[in-house]
């Protein structure tokens, strides 16, 4: 033996082993299955895309939603500010809103681009300056470049 395992599956003259079935494998449910899937897989194939078809078809019907408020900070300034400014417009005026970052020539190269430092360096440094100038704490923005320190500072 090799220890490649080719033992368990070939006798000693390379011929494959035939496989041991049981009485107590014929009588299972599962095994009788596989047989028949084995016997007829085509079949099988096409009964299975039959049954899994109705709820495959749903899949095309799924939305993803989230209410922003969920995703900003409990007890934040932002939130307070959402919630107020919430009161004033009808649904669906306010939100989605996104800040857009574009390079200067409006390509983002290599050296630019949203996983570099320079870019990393800059949404920190836009966030320190909305913080400054907002008056809200720093646990009221969220970003990748602007996660707790350790001693809980942001930054």
């Not at 014929?26 to 596989?34: G, I, N, Q, V």
């Not at 895309?49 to 709820?55: A, C, E, K, R």
């Not at 800059?122 to 001693?151: D, H, N």
Request: net charge negative; hydrophobic share 40%.
């Amino acid at each position: 033996d090799d220890g490649g395992g080719d033992s368990l599956l070939y006798d000693a003259d390379g011929q494959p082993k035939k496989a041991v079935v049981t009485a107590a494998m014929r009588k299972s449910w599962w095994f009788r299955l596989a047989l028949l899937i084995q016997r007829y897989p085509w079949r099988a194939l096409v009964l299975v895309l039959v049954l899994g078809s109705p709820i495959s078809w749903q899949t095309l019907d799924l939305n993803h939603t989230i209410d922003e408020e969920q995703i900003l900070p409990r007890d934040s300034g932002s939130l307070e500010a959402l919630r107020n400014v919430k009161k004033h417009f009808p649904p669906g005026e306010i939100g989605p809103f996104d800040l857009l970052i574009e390079t200067r020539d409006g390509h983002a190269s290599h050296d630019e681009g949203v996983f570099s430092q320079r870019f990393f360096n800059t949404t920190q440094l836009l966030i320190q300056l909305m913080q400054e100038r907002s008056g809200f704490p720093a646990k009221s923005f969220l970003a990748a470049s602007w996660v707790p320190q350790p001693g809980g500072k942001f930054g």
